[in-house]
């Protein structure tokens, strides 16, 4: 079954990670971008051809009814009320992520694809990348016996200029680049995140509206804890380092060079692989890195579509992502520990 897309929000981050991504894909068929930039538009039908209908206003885009679905681009603070109006209008959804900027922004999007009774996911597409789904197997399978401590250490350069350096239209830097993060430790740990330490600041790049720098803390039911660095004043050599620990063994990963290391704390010792990613259209971010699991995240979206399944990455796992980071971003302007339950809701 051919699903036929709209992608909304034609940018550069629609065009490399979603659209190059979705032209590649069996069964996947572009219909219409739109974006406010011109040269966008042009881009992107460069890319689909003369065939491709191109909007400036998104609203219009939702009125073809011979769309299935649509991939949601825009800046963040623009995802609630694209994506409202999408499943409202009987589209399934993906949309980028953060889900929303607020909590009540998170539920209105979920209760529209309840009551539409369409497709909603969110791009948090570290599920999908091979490495990731490697060290949730070893965790599923009790390679490391009870998972009790998580960490991710990201040292790397500044924000794309633009909208994503921004306050206002990301929400924070958490929301814009770790909410990746805190879903993975959401979707490792399991069970629900309580509260929330944090720190942070803007100490070296002084110029831009984001924090430069954050240590964040989260502990979850049953004692399990969660740690994530993060540093935007560190551009070379950087590897986004990914690690758990348990009862019986500990994995750490690096993003880059796709490394993997099992350390068991018995006589079966220490394991090193390298974990592939299959072919797909990959592209380099800001700070040089090579973004992956793109492609296998818009697969499982269309199989979602054509069968109704729940998404891996779906609006309420997406939903607990943005509660984290909205707990550590308070914490940094507060001082406190900040209870996930007194949130505003």
Request: aromatic share 6%.
């Amino acid at each position: 079954m051919t699903v036929r897309l709209g992608l909304i929000g034609a940018g550069w981050f629609g065009r490399e990670a979603h659209l190059k991504n979705l032209l590649r894909i069996p069964g996947a068929a572009v219909a219409a971008v739109s974006s406010r930039s011109e040269s966008s538009r042009q881009a992107a039908q460069e890319l689909v051809g003369s065939g491709l209908r191109v909007y400036a206003d998104w609203r219009e885009l939702l009125d073809m009814e011979a769309l299935d679905a649509v991939i949601i681009a825009l800046p963040n603070s623009e995802h609630h009320a694209a994506a409202v109006a999408a499943l409202q209008a009987g589209k399934h959804v993906l949309c980028e992520k953060p889900l929303g900027l607020t909590l009540p922004e998170c539920d209105d999007i979920i209760s529209a694809a309840r009551s539409a009774g369409t497709v909603l996911q969110v791009g948090h597409e570290m599920r999908h990348q091979e490495l990731y789904r490697r060290m949730k197997m070893l965790v599923d399978q009790g390679a490391v016996g009870d998972a009790r401590i998580m960490w991710c250490r990201e040292y790397r350069g500044p924000m794309r200029p633009g909208w994503r350096s921004r306050e206002d239209l990301t929400g924070g830097l958490l929301l814009e680049k770790n909410c990746h993060h805190f879903d993975l430790f959401n979707w490792f740990l399991g069970g629900r995140p309580v509260r929330v330490a944090a720190f942070g600041g803007t100490d070296v790049l002084t110029d831009q509206e984001l924090l430069d720098n954050a240590q964040v803390l989260v502990e979850y039911e049953g004692g399990r804890r969660a740690v994530l660095e993060v540093c935007l004043f560190a551009p070379a050599g950087g590897d986004c380092e990914v690690g758990l620990a348990g009862t019986e063994g500990r994995l750490d990963s690096w993003n880059q060079s796709l490394k993997l290391i099992h350390q068991r704390f018995d006589a079966d010792g220490r394991r090193e692989e390298t974990v592939p990613e299959p072919d797909e259209a990959c592209f380099t971010d800001a700070s040089g890195r090579v973004d992956r699991g793109i492609r296998a995240e818009l697969e499982h979206f269309l199989e979602c579509c054509r069968t109704g399944r729940t998404p891996l990455n779906s609006g309420e796992s997406a939903r607990q992502s943005v509660a984290v980071c909205l707990a550590a971003q308070q914490s940094i302007r507060t001082g406190q520990v900040v209870e996930i339950a007194s949130l505003p809701v």
